[in-house]
Every structure is written in C-alpha cells, then in structure tokens.
C-alpha cells in the first residue's frame, strides 16, 4: 500500500489515496498505523477518492478508529495532494466530506501548492453550558463547523486544565474541545484536545469555531488563530460563510 504523509500545522495525517490503492476496513488499521512509536504516526488517517457530486471526495478516521464529519487542517492537505500529482488542475476545486461539499481556493508557487482557502460554510452555536471543575464554573459554548466543538474562553491556559477539563466535557458530550486566550483583539491562542487524539498541534475546524465565537463577542470580522503547531487566518463574509486560510506540506511519500 502507498501512502502520502502530509501536515497542517502540525496536524498530520496518512494520506491514502483510494482511486489508485484499493484497501478496506481502515478504521481497524488506524490504531497500528497511527502509533508513533510502532507505526507510521499520525492524528489520523484521511482516504481520497472519486465523487459523484464534487471532484474528490475525504474520508477521516482519528487515531482511535472512530471517524468524523471533517478536518480542516486535513482538507487542505487534501487539495495539495490532488494538485501537486497533477490529479487536478484547477486551483478552486470542490471537495465532499461528511459535512458536505467545501469549495478550496490553491495558491501555488513554482507550480506546488504553498497555502489553501477551505470556505468553512456557516458556523452555528447550537447550545451554552455551564461545566465545573475544581468547584469554579466554567461557560462552554457549543458550536458546529463540520465537527462539533465545545470552546471555553480562559485569561490563562495550563497543561493541567487541558488534560483534566477536557476529558470531562468528553465524557458528557462527544466533542472537540477548545482553550482559548484573547492575546489581543487580532490574535487568538488556542489549544486542541480532540475526541480520538486527545491533544493536537492544531485544528482547522476547531480554529474557525474559536474565531466564529469570539466574532460574535467582538464583532469583528478576521483574526489570527496561533496554534501549537502555527498560524490559520479566519474571516467571514457577508453572506456568513467563514474562510480558513493556512499552509499544507507533504513530509514523505511511503509504502507497506
């Protein structure tokens, strides 16, 4: 089998492109394959195939198995993956996820893709609640951009109450989970636990949902997310729609 290892922001993934591999049954390779110390290590694994309704088509599985509605940090990959091996020549391209078709603008230079747009769609909070821990209350708000994410507004953030809150609000509700911090009013930090993987460098979707709700604190329209593993730009547009803006890097082509 071939596979592609790839990254946004540290957010990597085996790329495995099904419209020249055939392989079945993934979710229970992913435990294997995603260790990082026994196999090939990753967040997850993200399949590319032919679509009747878009250009291609994404599947991601978590390290776990499990699978989700969309990625991201992935889907960018996934546009760089397709042009770069000349799969496609269009720089906009449609993709289809779990959570529908999201156009990708590509940005190239010496004919390699560098930096991919995803149009994210139209965020939705769907639900506040108040969660304790350590008998201090905290708000988590509850909002939808392809994956639900549980975001939590915090003046600190702190490994102790990334690795316990989390697992909490996990336990409860099957979610993302996001730390952020106001560094000013152009500049987000954010920390990742995610269902599945537990702490990531970086999550695509979970930076717009960062950002979708501090635009409706604020009301502004653009901000940098400063991850672990980097920087996204989001912003939205008058129709609502936010736009993800980052890089996407192959680290190595592979076979087992």
Same mark, same amino acid.
């Given at each position: 089998?071939?596979?592609?290892?790839?990254?946004?922001?540290?957010?990597?993934?085996? #790329?495995? =492109?099904?419209?020249?591999?055939?392989?079945?049954?993934?979710?229970?390779?992913?435990?294997?394959?995603? =260790?990082?110390? &026994?196999?090939?290590g990753s967040d997850g694994i993200i399949t590319i195939d032919k679509s009747s309704v878009a250009d291609y088509k994404m599947n991601i599985y978590n390290a776990d198995g499990t699978e989700a509605k969309m990625c991201g940090n992935g889907i960018r990959c996934v546009g760089k993956y397709l042009y770069d091996n000349k799969l496609t020549r269009k720089k906009e391209i449609n993709i289809? $996820?779990?959570?529908?078709?999201?156009?990708? #603008?590509?940005? *190239?230079?010496? =004919?390699?893709?560098?930096?991919?747009?995803? =149009?994210?769609?139209?965020?939705?909070?769907?639900? *506040?609640?108040?969660?304790?821990?350590?008998?201090?209350? #905290?708000?988590?708000?509850?909002? *939808?951009?392809?994956?639900?994410?549980?975001?939590?507004?915090?003046?600190?953030?702190?490994?102790?109450?990334?690795?316990?809150?989390?697992?909490?609000?996990?336990?409860?509700?099957?979610?993302?989970?996001? &730390?952020?911090?106001?560094?000013?009013?152009? @500049?987000?930090?954010?920390?990742?636990?995610?269902?599945?993987?537990?702490?990531?460098?970086?999550?695509? $979707?979970?930076? $717009?949902?960062?950002? #979708?709700?501090? &635009?409706?604190?604020?009301?502004?329209?653009?901000?940098?997310?400063?991850?672990?593993?980097?920087?996204?730009?989001? @912003? *939205?547009?008058?129709?609502?729609?936010?736009?993800?803006?980052?890089?996407?890097?192959?680290?190595?082509?592979?076979?087992?």
């Open positions: 089998m071939k596979f592609t290892k790839m990254e946004g922001l540290g957010n990597d993934y085996i #790329y495995i =492109d099904l419209t020249r591999e055939k392989i079945e049954n993934i979710p229970s390779i992913c435990k294997k394959l995603c =260790d990082r110390h &026994f196999g090939i289809e $996820t779990l959570s529908g078709i999201k156009k990708l #603008y590509l940005k *190239t230079e010496y =004919d390699i893709v560098k930096e991919v747009t995803v =149009d994210m769609g139209i965020a939705k909070t769907l639900k *506040t609640k108040i969660v304790e821990y350590n008998n201090t209350p #905290y708000e988590v708000e509850y909002v *939808t951009t392809g994956n639900m994410h549980a975001v939590i507004f915090l003046k600190e953030i702190n490994d102790k109450i990334v690795n316990e809150l989390a697992p909490i609000i996990q336990e409860i509700d099957d979610v993302n989970v996001e &730390f952020v911090k106001v560094l000013d009013k152009n @500049n987000l930090f954010v920390r990742v636990y995610e269902r599945g993987s537990k702490e990531t460098l970086a999550c695509g $979707t979970g930076a $717009t949902a960062s950002a #979708y709700v501090y &635009f409706n604190k604020e009301k502004i329209n653009k901000v940098n997310v400063n991850l672990l593993g980097g920087k996204l730009v989001i @912003n *939205t547009l008058e129709n609502k729609h936010l736009l993800m803006t980052g890089p996407a890097n192959k680290i190595y082509d592979g076979v087992l």
